[in-house]
């Protein structure tokens, strides 16, 4: 028996490492005194907030991952318990588990920091989980580089397998991948169209890393890396196509709004961005997958997961015109396009 090469499809890793949220984000919401105010009447997010004392963008992305799990539910626009929630999550119920339920909950680490974002709406200052900040500072030492390349390659190949097989990409000339990481996504989708070019853009540090998994691919004729901070240089002209995966969950809408119209300028008339992400439902209920998702990146970085509608007004104010999204095949994610009119 032999070691089998990567496929699309990798959903069963994701559930196992998105389960790690599960305990957490339950004992945080009983410990904020979610289930008890949504089993006295229903509220909207922004009333559940006040009534907490929490914040309401962070409550959102805590609400969206326990309604998958069965424990809040959403009509009207208004959350309420479900009867799963007020039987055995209340704290009044004598079938109450919370006793329980927080002293087996090991991940205090995690728990802290769900507590602390929830409470403030901010990625807590301090902990060990500070890959990003790399990024953030727009340079970092070339271990940390290659530690984000090795990281991310993991991360995505299966939902780089699954973007690539996207026709679209078959009418495309030039396709850039910015914020590139190991280079998965361009090394992919360059592998499963012969005739386009690929660059790949990233943080100096970055890009040096992709190239080595260029070399390893041998696509080094079609497929190139270049050095550019995409906040503060001006981005290479000549792609028809910019592709973002996992870029704009990283950021707030604002810095969204900055890139998208970075890459619109970039673009030329009849140009296509794409943003592969994990996405939220319309009405931002889960599913659980997405909305674990979210918190890591609540705790982790600047960003969440974004919905289409939100990731539509982002792209819309930018100038682009008919966004549309489908899965890829690829583990959970999905593919956004939007048009340079
Ligand atoms: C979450 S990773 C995504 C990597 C890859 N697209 C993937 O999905 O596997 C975010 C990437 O954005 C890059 N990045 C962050 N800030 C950047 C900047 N200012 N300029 C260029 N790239 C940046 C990071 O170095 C990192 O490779």
Redesign the pocket.
Known sequence: MTALPPTNDDSAIWDIWLAQFRLPIVNTAIEVGTFKALSDEPLTTQELSAKLGVDARALAMHLAALCPMGFVEKRLGKWRATHLARTWLHPEATGFWGAFLSQIDRNEHLRGRLMESLRTGKRPEQGTDQRPAG??N?TMPQEVAAN?AAF?QA??QAP?LGAARMPVFGELSHLM??????G??GIEIAKANPGLKVTL???KE?AFEASKYVEAANLGSRVSTTA?????QEWPRGADGHF????FH?WTEETNLTLARKSFAALPSGGRIFL?EILMDDDYTGPYQAAAFSLLMLIGTLGKQYSLAELRDVLEAAGFVDVEAQRTGGGYYSLVSARKP
């Open positions: 990024w953030e727009g984000i991310m991360h995505s780089a991948d910015i914020g590139c990481g190991s998965v996504y853009m990233d943080l970055v550019v901070n995409m906040f503060e973002f995966s996992n870029v990283d592969n």
